[in-house]
C-alpha cells in the first residue's frame, strides 16, 4: 500500500504561480511512476503530467506543456508540480498517483494503482 497526500494548491490571478507536492509513505517510493491528474467540475479526470521511477523521462499532457514542470525527491519521498503561467482552464482538483515502475511515463489512468485526495487549484480571471 501507498498512501499519497497532496498540498500547496489554492487561489491564484491568472498568469500566476503555484508548486503542489504529493508525498508518499507506506512503499518505496522509488519503485514508482508518478503521475499527476486534475479533475475540473463536470469534466472527466485527465492526465497532466507523469515522471520515470528515477526522474529520468517525463511526459506531458499538451495543455500544459512549456508552463508545467514535474520533478520528484525520491530521498524526500515527494513528487512536486511547478506550474506557471495558470489560466482560469486551470482550475481542478490535483491529484497525484502512483504506478508500478515498469509503465514508465504513462498517461492512462488505469495505469495508475494509488491516489491522493487531491488538492484545490483555483486560477482567477
Known amino acids: 500500500q501507498v498512501q499519497l497526500v497532496e498540498s500547496g494548491g489554492g487561489l491564484v490571478q491568472a498568469g500566476g504561480s503555484l508548486r503542489l507536492s504529493c508525498t508518499a509513505s507506506?512503499?518505496?517510493?522509488?519503485?514508482?511512476?508518478m503521475g499527476w491528474f486534475r479533475q475540473a467540475p463536470g469534466k472527466e479526470r485527465e492526465f497532466v503530467a507523469a515522471?520515470?521511477?528515477?526522474?529520468?523521462?517525463?511526459s506531458y499532457a499538451d495543455s500544459v506543456k512549456g508552463r508545467f514542470t514535474i520533478s520528484r525527491d525520491n530521498a524526500k519521498n515527494t513528487v512536486y508540480l511547478q506550474m506557471n503561467s495558470l489560466k482560469p482552464e486551470d482550475t481542478a482538483v490535483y491529484c497525484c498517483?502512483?504506478?508500478?515502475?515498469?509503465?514508465?511515463?504513462?498517461?492512462?489512468?488505469?495505469?495508475?494503482?494509488?491516489w491522493g485526495q487531491g488538492t484545490q487549484v483555483t486560477v482567477s480571471s
Open positions: 498517483a502512483a504506478a508500478p515502475a515498469y509503465y514508465s511515463v504513462s498517461a492512462r489512468r488505469d495505469d495508475y494503482h494509488y
Open positions: 507506506g512503499h518505496t517510493f522509488s519503485s514508482y511512476t
Open positions: 515522471i520515470s521511477w528515477n526522474g529520468g523521462t517525463t
